[in-house]
Nanobody, 124 residues
């Protein structure tokens, strides 16, 4: 069983930065793509970013391109989401997820395991 634990969320003013981390259990972390999703109150969960198993390929939703950066450290079984120039509309619970394969895209169906989420609140 794989466990994913997010951390790094919090309250930040618009224009500020946060770095989310997601630590994974198990010995197969480096074999799978990882992704970040978010869910705002009253809205569906939406894709934010994904990274391939090696870290060589990354993919972002348009609204975060140029502001967010996904990365991973396979030696530490951890994936990160660096969030800069935060906006109030970025407020959501952020979830990390492990892909079914070495690469993954924006569909939640491409992911098998999910963390419990970490709250990010951006004040105006």
């Amino acid at each position: 069983q794989v466990q994913l634990v997010e951390s790094g969320g919090g309250l930040v003013q618009a224009g500020g930065s946060l770095r989310l981390s997601c630590a994974a259990s198990g010995r197969t972390f480096s074999a799978y793509a990882m992704g970040w999703f978010r869910q705002a109150p009253g809205k569906e969960r939406e894709f934010v970013a994904a990274i391939s198993r090696s870290g060589g390929s990354t993919y972002y939703t348009d609204s975060v391109k140029g502001r967010f950066t996904i990365s991973r450290d396979n030696a530490k079984n951890t994936v990160y989401l660096q969030m800069n120039s935060l906006k109030p509309e970025d407020t959501a619970v952020y979830y990390c997820a492990r892909g079914l394969l070495a690469v993954a895209g924006r569909s939640p169906h491409e992911y098998e395991y999910w963390g419990q989420g970490t709250q990010v609140t951006v004040s105006s």
